[in-house]
Structures are given as structure tokens and as C-alpha cells.
């Protein structure tokens, strides 16, 4: 299987280096000098490629669903910070009868932190003694804080506590990959929940996972939609 990149960074190029552990061959790598467009020559290149693998920025993010959608390309977006676009890029993906994927973090591990924060959150909802938090680090140089697993977690703690009050603190220093802690907090005692990344190598995995997930499918998906066919064995 054919992809392409958008994105030239850190992630497009562990991307490439892991693309071949999927049996997928990297064809074509778009980037601020080279964008995405819809025009002929971009065509030829994306001829035999099914899927691309959106790693660049929020300001780009709709954009690319939308010249994705022009070539008729099936999309994974592994970029945070635009989710306040989803409607907008539903309809898009609705018209154009593409499919996306998409997550606030394409990580196998989190995306399973995701069902124990769900299943947690429910626990102690029934505790009233306890209140819960939010920690979350990454690099000096990712640009949206909370980030958006941090966001999303909080959701998902929100949701099965019955609260909107979930409080969220962001570090952004040095090289740190991301760590994300959930934590219930009493008088007697604090339990915590801990998902840290020890690279990027988990991102590459799940983005490359969903990219051969949606090839032939259409419509909008959260990556948690790939993770509970992988769980079920479909």
C-alpha cells in the first residue's frame, strides 16, 4: 500500500523510517515549500496513493481535509489543536465521500488510557471524598496547551464523573515526548494514573495503523473507532 505524507518534521520522518513494518511505501512527501494542492502534477504523484498522513500544524489542518477531499484522498490526521473544526470537516468528508481518521493522539497505549480513565472516572464518581486532576508534560516546542489528549481526558473524566469542573495543569519544557496523569485525591490518600511516552514511535505506529484502517472506508472516525476493531479482532 501507497501513502503520503503531509508533513516533513519529526513525525513525518519516523513515518518513513517505519512505514515498511506496515507494508506501506512512503511516495510522496508534501511540506510548507511543497504544500497539498489540487492541481494536475500533484495528481500524477498521488496517483497509486490511497491514504495520506496528515503530521503539520492546526492552521493546516482544515485546509488539508479540504484539497484532500478535491482529490478524492482518504486522510489520517494525526495534528492536534483544530478539533474546534470537526463540523466543518464533516461535512466535507460527507460531501466529498472521503474517510478520515483522526485523534488528539494516535498512541495504541493512550487511546487504552483512554478506557481505563473512562472506567476509573465511573469508580470514583461514587466517592465523593475524592477529587480528581489533571497533569500533563511534552516539549518546549508543541504549541497547544492543554494538549489535546489532555482535553480529551478530561472529557472522558468529566463524563463519567457527571462534572465539567475536571482542572487541567500543562508543563512545556526540554525534550519530554508527553506524559499524561490522572489523579483522584482525598484526605487519606492519592491514586494515580500514568501514561508517558518514551518516543514518538507510538504516534508513527497508530497513524500508520489507521491509515491502512480507512483506506476503503468513508466517513468521519475517531481513531478510538480503529482501536475497537483491533481489540475485536475485525
Given at each position: 500500500?501507497?501513502?503520503?505524507?503531509?508533513?516533513?518534521?519529526?513525525?513525518?520522518r519516523m513515518?518513513?523510517?517505519?512505514?515498511?513494518?506496515?507494508?506501506?511505501?512512503?511516495?510522496a512527501?508534501?511540506?510548507?515549500?511543497?504544500?497539498?494542492?489540487?492541481?494536475?502534477e500533484?495528481?500524477r504523484?498521488l496517483?497509486?496513493v490511497?491514504?495520506?498522513?496528515?503530521?503539520?500544524?492546526?492552521?493546516?489542518?482544515?485546509?488539508?481535509?479540504?484539497?484532500?477531499?478535491?482529490?478524492?484522498?482518504?486522510?489520517?490526521?494525526?495534528?492536534?489543536?483544530?478539533?474546534?473544526?470537526?463540523?466543518?470537516?464533516?461535512?466535507?468528508?460527507?460531501?466529498?465521500?472521503?474517510?478520515?481518521?483522526?485523534?488528539?493522539?494516535?498512541?495504541?497505549?493512550?487511546?487504552?488510557?483512554?478506557?481505563i480513565?473512562?472506567?476509573?472516572?465511573?469508580?470514583?464518581?461514587?466517592?465523593?471524598?475524592?477529587?480528581?486532576?489533571?497533569?500533563?508534560?511534552?516539549?518546549?516546542?508543541?504549541?497547544?496547551?492543554?494538549?489535546?489528549?489532555?482535553?480529551?481526558?478530561a472529557?472522558?473524566?468529566?463524563?463519567?464523573?457527571?462534572?465539567?469542573?475536571?482542572?487541567?495543569?500543562?508543563?512545556?519544557?526540554?525534550?519530554?515526548?508527553?506524559?499524561?496523569?490522572?489523579?483522584?485525591?482525598?484526605?487519606?490518600?492519592?491514586?494515580?494514573?500514568?501514561?508517558?511516552?518514551?518516543?514518538?514511535?507510538?504516534?508513527?505506529?497508530?497513524?500508520?495503523?489507521?491509515?491502512?484502517?480507512?483506506?476503503?472506508?468513508?466517513?468521519?472516525?475517531?481513531?478510538?473507532?480503529?482501536?475497537?476493531?483491533?481489540?475485536?479482532?475485525?
Amino acid at each position: 500500500m501507497n501513502v503520503a505524507l503531509i508533513g516533513s518534521g519529526k513525525m513525518g520522518r519516523m513515518i518513513r523510517g517505519m512505514a515498511a513494518d506496515y507494508d506501506m511505501t512512503v511516495t510522496a512527501v508534501f511540506d510548507i515549500d511543497d504544500p497539498l494542492r489540487d492541481d494536475d502534477e500533484t495528481k500524477r504523484r498521488l496517483d497509486a496513493v490511497p491514504v495520506l498522513i496528515d503530521f503539520t500544524v492546526p492552521d493546516a489542518a482544515l485546509p488539508n481535509v479540504r484539497t484532500a477531499a478535491l482529490l478524492g484522498k482518504n486522510l489520517v490526521v494525526g495534528t492536534t489543536g483544530w478539533h474546534d473544526s470537526l463540523p466543518a470537516v464533516g461535512e466535507i468528508v460527507r460531501s466529498a465521500g472521503i474517510g478520515v481518521v483522526y485523534a488528539a493522539n494516535f498512541s495504541l497505549g493512550v487511546n487504552l488510557f483512554y478506557k481505563i480513565a473512562d472506567y476509573a472516572g465511573a469508580l470514583f464518581a461514587a466517592c465523593s471524598r475524592y477529587e480528581p486532576y489533571l497533569l500533563e508534560s511534552h516539549h518546549k516546542a508543541k504549541k497547544d496547551a492543554p494538549s489535546g489528549t489532555a482535553l480529551a481526558l478530561a472529557s472522558i473524566l468529566g463524563s463519567a464523573m457527571n462534572r465539567s469542573d475536571i482542572p487541567v495543569t500543562s508543563l512545556r519544557a526540554g525534550y519530554i515526548p508527553g506524559m499524561h496523569e490522572i489523579g483522584f485525591d482525598s484526605r487519606s490518600d492519592t491514586v494515580r494514573l500514568v501514561h508517558s511516552a518514551r518516543s514518538r514511535e507510538g504516534f508513527a505506529d497508530g497513524s500508520l495503523l489507521a491509515a491502512r484502517w480507512i483506506n476503503g472506508r468513508t466517513g468521519l472516525y475517531r481513531f478510538a473507532d480503529v482501536l475497537d476493531d483491533v481489540l475485536s479482532g475485525t
